[in-house]
């Protein structure tokens, strides 16, 4: 059930506490752009870095990939994007409010001006963003921001495979920006004109494709369980019907996320069969097949490919770890994020900012933890206040200077979630803080 509460109060805490800032905001802002603040890119940093770990250098079965986010308009042809990726447009006739037509009723009042029997007939609205390369802006010249990132490891999968000499199956991974012409974004972070992606295409014999596809299964539901913190009972698996599959896919599968707004897609994992490298050779000329160096077969492979939406991620870690106790002066906000996604993995304070041998000491031990990592410092207000700031970032530790740390060689360090407090000492702060990112 949709919770628009819970949903403004996760977009206030995300401005308030930089995490995530509306785009141009100085100048107005720009509808449904969105920039990530100095909290925001470390949670996103970190779910990205996570994500690499585990699926590229974990295995040694993937290698990674940063390609163009422009390339040639050749490979959008051939790919298909140029004539079948689309959405149905309708427009008011009266307010000239757009929507896609398969996510309204048509026949029900303009949901802007509130007329009735004031759509147009839908037509088909490709989603590629248009720009132009070189000085003059004609149709020799056009050029196309990349909708997705799986094209350039289809165009890339020779050199990769002269070059690693892997066999198979092995997949090519990526993370990078991809860009739709969106007609109706929205959600926050969920549905933007920008988006950034973790992509890998897994290539493998045709006759694998159905266990492929089910180790990709459980490793995508690995990941969401234990590096995001999900809870599975939010997640929803839905097996896409063949005629709303993309035109590539043989079956998908879409994992979709309870978000505050409501049920929608969070990741998704397609069998796109030989489609793309098929048609890459077709296109190109250019031989794109697989010679397995034992039997000396040729043949193009086939694939399977596991989707990661970047922001949607972020978006679900928020929603998953927001958190709401007590009542009144006694209520506490705070983000529960796994400490390997929190932005600080511990804040250092002194008991008193006026006291120098405190600021000094607690000092020495910020400089020290920052050489392995990122730690905030804070001196403002009192310690309940400053434990209630960290909380609400999600903090997992703060770390307290006192007077007996002067004599004890220990400090204080509370827990986040309990609020439970124990005095370690400070040459063990390092492992204690190691071994809550495992």
């Known amino acids: 059930m949709a919770n628009q509460e819970l949903m403004d109060k996760i977009v206030s805490l995300c401005k308030r506490r930089g995490f ?13 752009s969105w920039d990530y603040g100095p909290l925001g890119v470390e949670l996103k940093n970190n ?9 590229v ?20 042809q051939a790919s298909g994007h140029l004539a079948t990726f689309s959405d149905p447009l309708v427009e008011c006739k009266n307010c000239h409010e757009r929507y896609r037509a398969d996510q309204i009723e048509i026949s029900a009042p303009c949901q802007k001006c509130k007329k009735e029997n004031t759509f147009t007939e839908a037509k088909q609205f490709n989603l590629m963003l248009k720009t132009f390369i070189g000085p003059a802006e004609d149709e020799a010249n056009v050029a196309y921001f990349r909708p997705e990132t799986a094209q350039a490891m289809f165009v890339d999968f020779k050199n990769v495979l002269d070059t690693t000499r892997r066999k198979l199956p092995f997949g090519i ?20 004109r920008e988006f950034e992606q973790m992509e890998i295409e897994y290539f493998i014999r045709e006759g694998d494709w159905e266990r492929a596809f089910e180790e990709w299964h459980e490793a995508m539901k690995d990941w969401m369980k234990n590096d995001l913190g999900l809870d599975m009972s939010h997640v929803h698996e839905l097996e896409v019907e063949a005629a709303d599959r993309a035109h590539y896919s043989k079956r998908t599968i879409d994992f979709e996320y309870e978000f505050p707004f409501g049920t929608k897609e969070l990741y998704g994992l397609a069998y796109r069969t030989d489609f793309d490298l098929t048609n890459h050779q077709n296109a190109s000329g250019q031989e794109l097949q697989y010679r397995d160096p034992e039997t000396n077969e040729s043949f193009v492979p086939h694939v399977i490919e596991p989707t990661w939406g970047v922001d949607r991620s972020v978006l679900a870690v928020l929603s998953e770890h927001y958190v709401e106790e007590g009542e009144g002066d006694s209520k506490r906000v705070y983000l529960k994020l796994p400490a390997k996604l929190a932005p600080y993995k511990a ?13 000094a000491k607690a000092q020495e031990i910020y400089k020290a933890l920052r050489q392995e990592y990122l730690v905030a410092w804070d001196d403002r207000g009192n310690v309940g206040k400053r434990y209630y700031s960290q909380d609400e970032i999600g903090t997992p530790f703060c770390i307290t200077v006192d007077f007996e740390t002067l004599e004890d060689n220990a400090v204080t360090v509370r827990d986040r979630d309990t609020g439970d407090q124990v005095r370690i000492a400070i040459d063990k702060l390092q492992s204690y803080i190691a071994d809550s990112l495992k």
């Open 347 to 359: 804040a250092v304070f002194p008991l008193l900012k006026n006291k120098p041998e405190l600021v």
């Open 173 to 192: 991974a990526q993370i990078g920006k991809a860009f739709r012409n969106e007609i109706t974004p929205g959600n926050f972070i969920f549905r933007t």
């Open 47 to 55: 779910i990205k870095n996570l994500w690499w770990k585990r699926f």
């Open 20 to 32: 995530v800032f509306p785009g141009s905001e100085i100048y107005g802002g720009m509808a449904n």
């Open 57 to 76: 250098h974990q295995r040694d079965d993937v290698v990674g990939l940063d390609a163009a986010l422009v390339m040639n308009p050749k490979v959008w």
